[in-house]
């Protein structure tokens, strides 16, 4: 799809992205062609820049997630937003396909999380040991189709494979995701984890900023978002 038609918020500070999955966020091991040089790109060619784009990375989310990616135009507006997120004070929302409903459909999880690097997966402690660290959520059931459960999900931690793991852990994998125990692949090797929403103060207007991204073009995500 064309990134023009995926910008979700532009001005002269920031811009957003709805990522699709499979993309990355800055450039990895892989070699392949990150988010952010397509953004680039776009801001080069819309505005006729001459020499090299400024664009800071201010967040990532996992390469088969897809949803919103927020990047900063300006290395003030990157230093103000890395703030905000290190001081906690950025709402995310995640849209969640699992293959079970969770007990209770409302609820709040708590764990310690460990990297394990070798296998590029985290584990869930119920408490602290060596090497782990703190992680917090809050979810709720939004909707159910015959076959699968959608829940909302709001983290207040940024752990790697946080909410993956943590939903695991309560036997609610996410579609998909064959890391964390679901039963078999998507189709497109996506996972059913999507960046719905982030909420954040303007790191120069100071005005209160919502952005939310459109669900991806597939059959089972639209029946939820229209359901």
Known sequence: MDIAKR??????????????????????????EPLGELVKS??????GKPGAVYLGVIHRIDRPTSG????????????????QFKDREVSKTYWAITQNSPVPETGELKHYLKKMTT?????????????????????????????????????KTGRHHQIRVQLS????????????????????RSISLHARKIQFVHPVKKEPIEIVAPVPVDNLWQAFENK
């Open 7 to 32: 910008i979700l918020f532009e001005d002269n500070h920031l811009i957003a992205v709805n990522k699709l999955s499979g993309e990355i966020s800055q450039g990895d091991k892989t070699g392949d």
């Open 119 to 155: 296998k590029n997966i985290s584990r869930a402690y119920p408490k602290e040991i060596d090497g782990s660290k703190y992680a917090e959520l809050e979810y709720r059931l939004l909707k159910k189709s015959d076959r699968y459960f959608l829940l909302e999900i709001n983290p």
């Open 42 to 47: 776009y801001i080069k060619e819309k505005y």
């Open 169 to 188: 852990s309560i036997s609610c994998p996410i579609k998909g995701d064959l890391k964390y125990g679901a039963k078999r692949p998507n189709n497109d």
């Open 68 to 83: 919103i990616i927020l990047f900063a135009r300006t290395s003030k507006a990157l230093e103000r937003m890395n703030k």
